[in-house]
């Protein structure tokens, strides 16, 4: 196998901007929040500050999957906020002008709202974001990722949650998570965007299968 994980440094961050914005270029979410290409061109350098930020923080665990045979290149990364990770901890994102801050403020109240109802204040490893360069996808890499933190929380006793779109649901129950509660949102052309909020216990592997 050429894949290889490790953990990313501040000179990867520039990689992994790249890589949210390649994965995410559809995302209706992400449209209406960064509603233009020049404002999604600053939303690209802001990844990249804060991907620096949380590579330095050490509450947060900031993953990268390499491909040896193509010379060590970055095709997946993930940002899991540790058990230690507390809101007034992590360092704030910096947005672009022009960003829809009642659209982003509206969706984050919802997201937040989810996880307290799922887990209160229970100490967790929160997946923050994942992404595969669609060049990449179906290999195998954000497997490699979710288990990293399944298998710590497997060892710790402590859960994982996490807010997925439905293209992941598939892959997010193979590898042990339930779903516990629907997030949703009506755009002002009437479309409706949903995620679902995943949760993983201890035990809860046995009853999936491991994606490959």
């Given at each position: 196998?050429?894949?290889?994980?490790?953990?990313?440094?501040?000179?990867?961050?520039?990689?992994?901007?790249?890589?949210?914005?390649?994965?995410?270029?559809?995302?209706?979410?992400?449209?209406?929040q960064?509603?233009?290409?020049?404002?999604?061109?600053?939303?690209?350098?802001?990844?990249?500050?804060?991907a620096?930020?949380?590579?330095?923080?050490?509450?947060t665990?900031v993953?990268?999957?390499?491909?040896?045979e193509?010379?060590?290149?970055?095709?997946?990364?993930?940002?899991?906020?540790?058990?230690?990770?507390?809101s007034?901890?992590?360092?704030?994102?910096?947005w672009?002008e022009?960003?829809?801050?009642?659209?982003?403020?509206?969706?984050?109240?919802?997201v937040?709202?989810?996880?307290?109802t799922?887990?209160?204040?229970?100490?967790?490893?929160?997946?923050?974001f994942?992404?595969?360069?669609?060049?990449h996808?179906?290999?195998?890499a954000?497997?490699?990722l979710?288990?990293?933190?399944l298998?710590?929380?497997?060892?710790?006793?402590?859960?994982?949650?996490?807010?997925?779109?439905?293209?992941?649901?598939?892959?997010?129950?193979?590898?042990?998570?339930?779903?516990?509660?629907?997030?949703?949102?009506t755009?002002?052309?009437?479309?409706v965007?949903?995620?679902i909020?995943?949760?993983?216990?201890?035990?809860?592997?046995e009853?999936?299968?491991?994606?490959?």
């Amino acid at each position: 196998m050429t894949l290889k994980l490790t953990f990313a440094t501040e000179r990867d961050a520039s990689r992994i901007a790249d890589i949210h914005m390649a994965a995410f270029a559809t995302n209706e979410m992400l449209l209406a929040q960064f509603p233009n290409s020049a404002v999604r061109e600053g939303l690209r350098i802001s990844i990249a500050r804060k991907a620096a930020s949380d590579i330095r923080d050490p509450h947060t665990a900031v993953l990268l999957v390499k491909d040896a045979e193509l010379n060590n290149k970055t095709i997946s990364f993930a940002k899991w906020s540790l058990p230690s990770s507390t809101s007034e901890n992590e360092a704030p994102w910096v947005w672009p002008e022009g960003t829809r801050h009642d659209i982003l403020d509206q969706w984050t109240e919802r997201v937040e709202s989810a996880k307290k109802t799922v887990l209160g204040d229970e100490p967790c490893y929160r997946l923050a974001f994942i992404a595969t360069h669609p060049h990449h996808e179906r290999r195998g890499a954000s497997t490699m990722l979710i288990k990293w933190a399944l298998d710590n929380c497997s060892k710790e006793g402590i859960p994982a949650y996490l807010e997925s779109t439905p293209v992941a649901w598939a892959l997010y129950q193979r590898v042990g998570f339930t779903a516990e509660e629907r997030i949703s949102m009506t755009f002002e052309d009437g479309r409706v965007y949903e995620e679902i909020g995943y949760l993983f216990r201890r035990g809860n592997e046995e009853a999936g299968q491991t994606a490959t």
